[in-house]
């Protein structure tokens, strides 16, 4: 089994950044595409951004196009999520995802394999 574990949350003001962390551990051979959900109160958990194994290819939703970074260390089975410009929007909480092997990343929450717990970012105005 794969586990993964998201850190770096917190609360902060509008304009701040967070860096987001995501560690996998277990059969971590069995991971390829990952990604960062987030889901807010009363919402629907949407995609945020995704990032293939090599890290070559990245996506992004619309409303974080330009502010957020996705990047990944294969070597220590990190993925990271860094957010600037923060806006009370982006209040969520967020979740790290990954496919297995042969399954590229994707927007779609169903096209995950594994999911971590979550942490909670709040942005305040």
């Known amino acids: 089994q794969v586990q993964l574990v998201e850190s770096g949350g917190g609360l902060v003001q509008a304009g701040g950044s967070l860096r987001l962390s995501c560690a996998a551990s277990?059969?971590?051979?069995?991971?390829?595409?990952m990604g960062w959900f987030r889901q807010a109160p009363g919402k629907e958990r949407e995609f945020v951004a995704g990032?293939?194994?090599?890290?070559?290819?990245?996506d992004y939703a619309d409303s974080v196009k330009g502010r957020f970074t996705i990047s990944r260390d294969n070597a220590k089975n990190l993925v990271y999520l860094q957010m600037n410009s923060l806006k009370p929007e982006d209040t969520a909480v967020y979740y790290c995802?990954?496919?297995?092997?042969?399954?590229?990343?994707?927007?779609?929450?169903?096209?995950?394999?594994?999911w971590g717990q979550g942490t909670q970012v709040t942005v305040s105005s």
């Open positions: 995802a990954a496919t297995r092997p042969g399954r590229s990343f994707t927007g779609i929450r169903e096209g995950y394999d594994y």
């Open positions: 277990g059969r971590t051979f069995s991971i390829s595409g």
């Open positions: 990032i293939s194994w090599s890290g070559s290819s990245t």
